[in-house]
Nanobody, 125 residues
């Protein structure tokens, strides 16, 4: 069973950067065989898919709100999926979750069978 763990959240000033990491608690499970998505949810707002990387890296997705500022990638040496967040804005403040599905392409939230516990990102001066 795949269990995901997010890390890298914290407090950063506007314009700053953070790098989130999504890892499997079981080192024998290769995240390359999963489509991995990052979601976020801010107080008073609905859950938003911010980025996704498909199995075999056949496609990547970015929400319009983060396009050009966020980059999703795989670090195969560490069996992790990274979300590099640059030029952060206060509206990026949210709890960020990674999620996994064995579907070959980025999909709907209900299709993701594994979710991490979430990591808080706060962008404030």
């Amino acid at each position: 069973q795949l269990h995901l763990v997010e890390s890298g959240g914290g407090l950063v000033q506007p314009g700053g950067s953070l790098r989130l990491s999504c890892a499997s608690s079981d080192v024998t499970l290769n995240l390359n065989y999963y489509t991995i998505a990052w979601f976020r949810q801010a107080p008073g707002k609905e859950r938003e898919e911010v980025s996704c990387i498909s199995r075999a890296d056949s496609s990547r997705y970015y929400a319009d709100s983060v396009k050009g500022r966020f980059t999703i990638s795989r670090d195969n040496t560490k069996n992790t999926v990274l979300l590099q967040m640059d030029s952060l804005k206060p509206e990026d403040t949210a709890v960020y979750y990674c999620a996994a599905t064995q579907y070959y392409y980025c999909s709907e939230p209900e299709d993701y069978s594994s979710w991490g516990q979430g990591t808080q990102v706060t962008v404030s001066s």
